[in-house]
């Protein structure tokens, strides 16, 4: 954030979107605090910060008569909370863009924070939309994009905005550094070896994932959903485990590969199985190989936990996307408790431990080990696209 700030209108996309309750309260207010910093430099610097961020999904959600759902999706939930964090009056407007919030804007003091109403009110957000970004840009002097979570979306308040900034006027945030800078350490001249945890539902979502570490990893550990597609893929009985029957050959494919480029891929050895998906239903410990017709693999077992957290102790750099198991419930959660266990450990012994994209983040927060890892991103899908090595629209955007 090379910018000067001083008596500058600053222009700052924030990812607020948060989880808020039914009385909507914010439940979890990561991607707020995550933002702290950004925004306390710039008043700092003598700026004044007007905010930008969407909550939600208003224009899917919209009431019978076809009107945003407002009451539902106004980031006005979040100034109380965002005022007691910044210790500053936030101050809001209910537009994004229009004659109210340009008054707003224009009559802001410095050392004064607004936050205008949720970008996805208006339909040119997700669209891209220049009109819409251009008045957006007649807020600020400056633009600063901080919304990681949101980076790897072309909208108008996320990438197009920054056109109506010259170079000298537009950068990324600290935390948009910070994320960039945590996945570039897994990415450029890694600490090796490299393992690489991959799990959660499918394999469909992950196959850039897993192509790309094919030229990055020394070992890839494959856990979760995904794994019963490479278990098919091997010959194995699968029983009712969610496999990708399309994804089979392509399973074959990546594991060929592996052998050939000299990249261990490690799947789990044995699972714990269930008769149904549930956490009520009966339960067993078996071979990933033999699962029984009728039963399902829902989190990897005792032998493989061991073996795989084996592997990641003696790891230098640590990349995890994606559960081993169905971790919501409480007896399929085992696998994905030992794997951030055994994350956390080899932290301490000094490796590098990235967490990003997907549930995995969840599974570290909600076991409290989030302060034992090195980084957990605040961005699934752009995270995960970051490291598949996409270039994102609101990365290429500020630079
Ligand atoms: P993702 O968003 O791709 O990281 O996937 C996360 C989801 O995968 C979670 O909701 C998990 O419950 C689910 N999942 C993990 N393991 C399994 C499994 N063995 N069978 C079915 N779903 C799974």
């Known amino acids: 954030m090379n910018l000067d700030f001083k008596n500058k209108k600053v222009l700052v996309r924030v990812d607020f979107n948060v989880p808020l309750n039914d009385k909507f309260k914010i439940t979890d ?87 205008l109403e949720n970008t996805r009110f208006n339909k040119g957000e997700t669209k891209g939309d220049t009109k819409l970004a251009k008045e957006m840009s007649k807020h600020g002097d400056l633009y600063v994009n901080d919304a990681f979570g949101t980076a790897h979306r072309e909208h108008a308040s996320t990438a197009t905005v920054a056109k109506y900034f010259k170079k000298s006027e537009k950068s990324a945030g600290l935390l948009l550094q910070k994320e960039i800078e945590n996945a570039n350490r897994v990415l450029n001249n890694p600490a090796r070896p490299v393992t690489a945890i991959v799990g959660g539902a499918k394999v469909s979502d992950k196959i850039m994932l897993l192509e790309k570490l094919m030229n990055l990893a020394n070992n890839i550990i494959i856990g979760g959903g995904m794994a019963y597609t490479f278990i098919k893929a091997k010959g194995g009985l699968t029983g009712n485990s969610l496999v990708e029957e399309d994804k089979v050959k392509l399973a074959s494919r990546l594991l060929a590969k592996a052998k050939k480029k000299g990249v261990k891929i490690y799947l789990p050895k044995d699972s714990i199985i269930a008769d149904a998906f549930s956490d009520k239903a009966k339960k067993d410990t078996v071979y990933s190989m033999r699962i029984r017709k009728g039963w399902m693999g829902l989190d990897v077992g005792p032998k493989a936990q061991k073996e795989f957290a084996a592997v990641i102790e003696k790891s230098k750099t640590i990349l995890w996307n994606g559960p081993m198991g169905v971790f919501e419930m409480k007896p399929y959660a085992k696998g994905t408790m030992a794997i951030a266990k055994a994350v956390a450990k080899a932290t301490s012994k000094g490796a590098f431990s990235l967490v990003g994209g997907g549930d995995s983040v969840a599974a570290v927060n909600q076991m409290g080990l989030s302060d034992k890892v090195s980084y957990v991103s605040t961005g699934g899908g752009a995270m995960l696209e970051f490291l598949e090595g996409k270039e994102l629209p609101g990365i290429k955007a500020i630079n």
């Open 29 to 115: 207010d990561t991607r707020i605090k995550s933002a702290l910093p950004t925004i306390k430099k710039i008043l700092k610097d003598g700026g004044a910060v007007i905010l930008m961020s969407h909550l939600g999904r208003p224009q899917k959600k919209l009431n019978e008569d076809g009107s945003i759902n407002v009451k539902k999706f106004t980031l006005e939930h979040l100034v109380k909370h965002l005022s007691t964090k910044l210790k500053v009056k936030v101050k809001f407007c209910k537009e994004t863009v229009g004659k109210e919030a340009t008054k707003a804007a224009k009559s802001l003091k410095k050392g004064e924070v607004l936050l």
